[in-house]
């Protein structure tokens, strides 16, 4: 079974530019998580989708958005980034009622 | 809230020594507990988990044991190698029943031949 798939792996960004990342969960899986990595904050997560729903958000700006599609696919969208925006990006999904996770290779995110 | 304490890295040793990672928790209800490990330019690989007290994870060698008494989850290897040299970060899940995951800063592991 195909793990979790993110793409871009790699971009570079301007501050005030908007930037959408995507991620493809597990065959079956219908939660997907994202989280935020950088080396000051370490693992922050930023929201989850179940169904096409956002049942969770963590503490970030509201610039940081996302959705998820009928087919589980999600995408998150950050609008007019800044420079502290730069991370490594992770999705991850799990089944929903399972609360073990499985994370994708990440996005890193350059904004410059 | 919720949170997870790891002892600061880097952790350094040589081949075939033993591991201890520690790792305590602060939660409210009974989450679930996880290792994962994220190797350089990579992603996180979940390593090891227990869903209740006294569980015992395992997995490649590395085992830990949820300690409900001292909140703890402790990573241990009896024999390490350099392809373990990594970051290990324990976490635990939300209680109140969604999948949100609670990290650690995450410890590095170097070891060497």
């Known amino acids: 079974k195909a793990g979790v798939t993110q793409t871009p792996r790699y971009l570079i960004k301007t501050r005030g530019q908007q930037v959408t990342l995507s991620c493809s969960p597990i065959s079956g899986h219908r939660s997907v998580s994202w989280y935020q990595q950088t080396p000051g904050q370490g693992l922050q997560f930023l929201f989850e989708?179940?169904?096409?729903?956002?049942?969770n958000k963590g503490n970030f700006p509201g610039r940081f958005s996302g959705r998820q599609f009928s087919n589980s696919r999600s995408e998150m969208n950050v609008s007019t980034l800044e420079l502290g925006d730069s991370a490594l990006y992770l999705c991850?999904?799990?089944?929903?009622?399972?609360?073990?996770?499985?994370f994708g290779p990440g996005t890193r995110l350059l904004v410059l | 809230g919720d949170s997870v304490t790891q002892m600061e890295g880097p952790v350094t040793l040589s081949e075939e020594a033993f591991l201890t990672i520690n790792c305590t928790y602060t939660a409210t209800g009974y989450p679930s507990l996880f290792w994962y490990v994220q190797y350089p330019g990579e992603g996180l690989q979940l390593l090891l988990k227990?869903?209740?007290?006294?569980d015992k994870g395992s997995n490649k060698g590395f085992e830990a044991t949820y300690r409900k008494e001292t909140t703890s989850f402790h990573l241990e290897k009896g024999s390490v190698q350099v392809s373990d040299s990594a970051v290990y970060f324990c976490a635990l899940s939300d209680p109140s029943g969604y999948s949100t995951l609670t990290f650690g800063k995450g410890t590095m592991l170097l070891v060497s031949p």
């Open positions: 989708y179940f169904s096409e729903t956002q049942r």
């Open positions: 227990a869903t209740k007290a006294d």
């Open positions: 991850a999904s799990s089944l929903g009622m399972e609360k073990t996770q499985y």
